[in-house]
């Protein structure tokens, strides 16, 4: 039962785009998401994160969008760059868990 | 400052040998939370300690796998008698205090299970 879930596992986008990367979640009792970005043979690196009482965040050319009816939110990059290329994962905390629930990534590859 | 450091990076070993990982957290960070991450999965969420006490150890996946922390500070997550599906990286993470959001990560250790 994957509480979140990230349905693209990949996006190729073309340098100098927006890149959207979405994730879907099912626990309402989740209080705040995170977004980490990994690149391969390292762990997670926290990129940005929204508590559930937002709609909205922004740092530089990333923003997450909250739409807590739809129990959905997304990743815009803008504009994306070759260095964003690497797998974004969605988590969630709260929802009756100790430690942060986690999609299953998406792989983004910036095209040149 | 240092980041989270784990050991080894990489450990193969036969099915049915006991394997040991280690997690050292950053400076000061009260919480540390182990992962684990097979293929083609997300990250799944196994035990975290406030200091040196794990409240719940429910989400290891069997009592074959243990976990200890001493003096606040580096983690082992030990799993006896290892088995094929064993086979994962395993993450460790640390964050300032349980109730802080922003949790971050070490390197991961692969483990193959042969």
């Known amino acids: 039962d994957q509480q979140v879930k990230q349905n693209s596992p990949s996006l190729s986008v073309q340098e100098g785009r927006i890149s959207i990367l979405n994730c879907d979640y099912t626990?309402?009792?989740?209080?705040?998401f995170l977004w980490y970005k990994k690149y391969p043979a390292e762990g997670p690196t926290f990129l940005i994160s929204?508590?559930?009482?937002?709609d909205k965040n922004e740092d530089g050319r990333f923003t997450v969008f909250l739409n807590k009816s739809a129990k959905h939110l997304s990743l815009h990059i803008v504009p994306s760059q070759p260095g964003d290329s690497a797998v974004y994962f969605c988590a969630a905390r709260g929802g009756g868990a100790d430690g942060l629930t986690f999609g299953k990534g998406t792989h983004l590859i910036i095209q040149p | 400052g240092a980041g989270v450091s784990q050991s080894p990076s990489n450990k193969v070993t036969e099915k049915g040998k006991d394997v040991e990982l280690r997690c050292d957290p950053i400076s000061g960070h009260t919480a540390l939370y182990w992962y684990r991450q097979s293929l083609g999965q997300g990250l799944e969420f196994l035990i975290y300690?406030?200091?040196?006490?794990?409240?719940?150890k429910s989400g290891l996946p069997s009592d074959r796998f243990s976990a200890e922390r001493t003096g606040g500070s580096v983690s082992t997550l030990t799993i006896q008698r290892t088995q094929q599906e064993d086979s994962a990286v395993y993450l460790c993470?640390?964050?300032?205090?349980?109730?802080?959001?922003?949790?971050?990560f070490g390197p991961g250790t692969r483990l193959t299970v042969t």
């Open positions: 929204i508590s559930s009482i937002k």
């Open positions: 300690f406030q200091g040196n006490s794990a409240p719940d």
């Open positions: 626990n309402s009792m989740f209080d705040y």
């Open positions: 993470a640390s964050s300032l205090a349980v109730r802080t959001y922003e949790q971050y």
